[in-house]
């Protein structure tokens, strides 16, 4: 097992780790001894130090959303800079980051664009799973293995492009930060950017798993008078009761659908309203939520591989305004920098999304507890 320190001693050479391997998607992911590359031109090697578990990592592993396999799996991560590779000037060894599935290049057409985020150079909408030259960083027991969204933090060391890195304050809690690189500013951004949650309003909040939690979070920060949080797993009440949600509704509680049900609460339909699960019922039912001349709807959920949504275009007609987000609209080496020094002064409550830590090595465990719905979030210590 690697010893790497940050210094140039591992710098060139390649590192022997291990890391989390979903060999085939339906079965646990298995340790193994992996060989990591050397970053090349561009590049960065990055000590993983913690990293969350996502519900699109779980999406990965069920198969729901298609990448290529093997992989070592994990978007949502902190670590420490072991070596770069040529050109890299954003980033040093020793420097504090959080890697996240979504680049920000600076120079295409999204990323000059004043309201864009979705960089060009994403691997996210067709998975090739490989570096931007087509190779992988990642080989074990003599196979390659795919990297997910650019990013794999289910591993002691990592490959990632410079432009998927951020740099964070060095004094950044590196047991908790990593939630910045994925979950916290999903749902977060998807209610103060993407939606631009009014004070005053009502939100209807669709899952209360870790995304839902930070759009409740938003729309509380933004001044929303009243949150509406829909889960058929009522034990996420209590925690959403804490983080904000002023009612908690359970569809299956109810005879009729659930937009009829939140019709019938807000006399009109709300003002905002979020889709944080990812099935094309719960989509639909949160367009049909919202008000019909003024409400807005945010999907942030990734739905199953090539489905497909369908509802009555009149339902737009009338004024409403459906629309995604992704990373919750972040330019992400520009704002979560931000982000991150406002949760160190503590303006942001990102740790009470936090419920559970355990050693890299329990990782299957952590799935399990995302699964059954135990947990907010699970974060996995290196
Ligand atoms: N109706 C209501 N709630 C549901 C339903 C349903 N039909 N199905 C699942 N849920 C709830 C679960 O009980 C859980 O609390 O949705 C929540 C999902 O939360 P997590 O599993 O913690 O997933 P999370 O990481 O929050 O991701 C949610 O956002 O980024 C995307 O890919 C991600 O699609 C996923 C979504
Ligand atoms: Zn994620
Ligand atoms: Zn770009």
Partial sequence: MSQAKFSTETAGKVITCRAAIAWTSNAPLSIEEVEV???????????????????SDNHILDGTFKTPLPAILGHEGAGIVESIGEDVNSVKPGDKVLLIALPQCRKCDSCLHAKGNCCLKEDIFSPFGLMLDGTTRFTCKGRKVHNILGTSTFTEYTVMHEISVVKIDDDAPMENVCILACGFPTGYGAAVNAAQVTPGSTCVVFGLGGVGSAVVLGCKAAGASRIIGIDINERKFEKAKALGVTDCLNPQKFKKPIQQVIMEMTEFGADFTFEAIGTIDTMVAALESCNMSYGVCVIIGVAPAKSQLSFDPMKLLSGRTLKGSLIGEYKIRDDIPLLVDNYMKKKIDVDSMITHKLPFVKINKGFELLRSGKCIRCILLF
């Avoid at 590359?37 to 519900?55: F, H, L, M, N």
Wanted: proline share 11%.
């Fill in 37 to 55: 590359d050397p970053p090349k031109a561009g590049e960065v090697r990055i000590k993983v130090i913690s990293s969350g578990i996502c519900g």
